[in-house]
C-alpha cells in the first residue's frame, strides 16, 4: 500500500509541477515520467523513463521522433507507451502541415489583415505583426494596450518581441476603437523610431496600419508618411 501510495503521490507532483510552472520546469527523465504515466497507469515508471534516456544518448528530441518499433526495443516500454510518445512528433507535424500562415506582402493585404482580425477590438492595442521572409504572419504580440501614448513605448520592446519570433520584417496595427482612422503625431513619430530600430538588426517595418471607428489607414501608403519607412 505504501508503495502505491508513494507511486502516486510522484506522480500528482509532476502533474501539479507541470501545470502550475509549464514544460521548463521539468527535467528531461521528468518529461518522460509524465507521459509515462498515462500509458502505464500501474507501475512506477521511473526507471523506463531513464531506460529511453539512456538508449537514446540523453537526447530527448530523438526519443519523440523514433519509429514505435524501435522505441519497444527499450526495456519496460511497450506498444502502448510507445505509441503515446510517438505521437508527441507526428502530432505537431501534422498540425503544421495543415495550418496555413496568412501572406501580408503589401499594404492593401496589410489593411486586410488588421481589419479582420481586430475589427471587434473593444479598447485601444498597439500589435506588432511578425512576419518571416515569405510575408507569412508568424503572429501577432500586444506591445501596448488599454491608455497608452506611443510616445512611451520603449524600442527595445519592439525590437525584442521581433527578433523573439524570428521575424524577417513587421508591421504595426493600433487598433483605436474610440477615435478616428488617422495618425497622429505619436504614430509617426513611433514608425520612425521603430523602423530605424529594427533596421538595425535586419528587420524591415512595413507599415504602420490603424484601424480606428471609421476605416482603416495605411501609414506606408501614404506620401506624408513613407519618411517613416525609409522612403
Known amino acids: ?5 508513494s507511486r502516486e503521490g510522484h506522480r500528482q507532483r509532476l502533474r501539479d509541477n507541470y501545470v502550475k510552472n509549464g514544460i521548463d520546469s521539468l527535467q528531461p527523465h521528468n518529461i518522460l515520467e509524465l507521459i509515462l ?10 526507471e523506463a523513463a531513464y531506460n529511453l534516456l539512456n538508449y537514446f544518448d540523453n537526447d530527448l528530441n530523438s526519443v519523440f521522433s523514433a519509429e514505435t518499433e524501435e522505441l519497444c526495443r527499450v526495456d519496460g516500454i511497450g506498444e ?9 512528433n507526428d502530432i505537431p507535424e501534422r498540425a503544421g502541415a495543415s495550418r496555413v500562415r496568412e501572406t501580408v506582402n503589401d499594404y492593401v493585404s496589410s489593411k486586410e489583415y488588421a481589419r479582420e482580425n481586430f475589427k471587434n477590438a ?14 507569412a504572419v508568424i503572429c501577432g504580440e500586444i506591445i ?21 519570433n524570428n521575424a524577417a520584417s513587421a508591421f504595426f496595427v493600433h487598433i483605436t476603437p474610440a477615435s478616428d482612422y488617422m495618425p497622429d503625431e505619436g504614430d509617426s513619430a513611433l514608425a520612425t523610431l521603430a523602423y530605424r530600430a529594427l533596421s538595425a538588426f535586419g528587420i524591415r517595418l512595413k507599415d504602420y496600419i490603424i484601424v480606428g471607428r471609421n ?7 501614404d506620401i506624408r508618411y513613407m519618411s517613416c519607412f525609409g522612403g
Do not use: H, W
Request: with cysteine.
Open 1 to 5: 500500500m505504501s508503495n502505491t501510495l
Open 37 to 46: 504515466t498515462y500509458a502505464i497507469p500501474r507501475r512506477d515508471v521511473k
Open 80 to 88: 502502448s507507451a510507445a505509441i503515446l510518445i510517438k505521437l508527441f
Open 122 to 135: 473593444k479598447v485601444e492595442q498597439l500589435v506588432l505583426v511578425c512576419t518571416d521572409n515569405s510575408d
Open 144 to 164: 501596448a494596450q488599454g491608455s497608452f501614448s506611443c510616445g512611451e513605448i520603449a524600442p527595445v520592446k519592439i525590437v525584442d518581441t521581433a527578433l523573439r
Open 215 to 221: 476605416g482603416t489607414f495605411s501609414m506606408c501608403n
